[in-house]
């Protein structure tokens, strides 16, 4: 009953092509150069890793997670945008800057629980600041975060391994990243600082992944096959290898480059991105979609 819950609840979505954050973009289509400041630009100047769980999107994920000794079926969901606030010419024609905010609220539910528990709910809210010269484009943002566990999970017993002591895990980051496009590849590596924390965390991350969108389309003129990988490291993981990986369909809007869909499988094995679970190493893996407008 629970996984046909979920199904249903992935299902019911899809014909409800609303949502937030931002599609990758069409390789195909070359961006319009800024020649004045522009008021609430309708796109980003810099697109995040696909695979990276931790952006601003909107989306639903089955998802089995494996912990040592136990099996557990999440229920992953996510509410999220970036919102362009100015964009500004640089020094020529080709480049461009863009003032953003964006916020996230990515939760993990139990589906094996009788009440379908919520784990962990993370809130995440930034400001990027993007550029962006031909094929290249880089991205610093200064962003917040806190995580919080579920009351069920909290009141009710729970497994043994999904048992931790609740922190006040509240932070702030600085991230620079950047990125390189070449024949629908996108090539993206950087770093973050946590500057401030309630809890006692070790500062520096590293990430580097690689996104590829087909250049061609499939089936039909508005769907293009897309994969993406990324690699993260933390310092207060012991810099451990947390890799993520998405592959699927991208179904975009015939009227509009940014109202997509996208309709993926992924997989992940590393320490948990889920708040407090940051310690515990594990590996998931399921399917899901994500929209944009």
């Known amino acids: ?13 899809l014909p409800f092509i609303v ?10 289509v070359e961006q319009v150069p800024v020649k004045r400041a522009m008021l609430f630009p309708p796109d980003q100047l810099f697109y995040p890793p696909m695979a990276s769980p931790k952006e601003p999107r909107t ?17 992953s969901v ?18 461009a800057w863009q003032i953003s905010i964006s916020g996230a609220v990515l939760a993990q539910f139990n589906l094996d629980a009788k009440s379908l528990d ?12 993007s550029y962006r010269n031909g094929p290249w484009s880089a991205r610093a943002r200064l962003f917040h975060q806190s995580s919080h566990l579920g009351d069920e999970f909290l009141l009710l017993p729970q497994r043994p391994e999904l048992r931790v002591t609740r922190l006040n895990l509240s932070f702030e980051t600085i991230e620079l990243l ?20 309630d809890y006692d965390l070790k500062r520096y991350s590293i990430q580097a992944g690689i ?12 769907m293009r096959l897309f994969a993406g990988a990324l690699y993260h490291a933390w310092e207060e993981t012991n810099w451990n290898a947390d890799i993520n ?12 480059e940014k109202r997509a869909i996208q309709i993926f499988g992924e997989y992940y094995h590393g320490n948990l991105p889920f708040g407090q679970f940051y310690k515990l190493r594990a590996e998931y893996y399921g399917a899901g979609i994500n929209v944009s407008f």
């Open 19 to 28: 949502g937030f954050g931002d599609a990758p973009p069409d390789q195909n």
């Open 118 to 129: 919520l784990i962990n709910a993370d809130y995440i809210i930034g400001f990027p600041l």
């Open 178 to 197: 950047g990125a390189w496009e070449w024949e629908g590849f996108q090539f993206t590596a950087g770093s973050s600082y946590i500057f401030r924390t």
């Open 211 to 222: 996104d590829y969108q087909s250049r061609e389309p499939v089936f039909k003129p508005t």
């Open 78 to 95: 996510g509410f999220g945008d970036s919102f362009g606030l100015v964009r500004r010419p640089g020094w020529d024609e080709k480049d």
């Open 245 to 256: 990986v998405k592959a699927g369909i991208n179904i975009r809007s015939p009227y509009s």
């Open 59 to 75: 989306h639903a994920t089955y998802l089995s997670l494996n912990l040592p000794g136990d099996s557990i079926n999440i229920g």
């Open 1 to 13: 009953m629970r996984n046909f819950f979920a199904g249903v609840l992935l299902a019911a979505l």
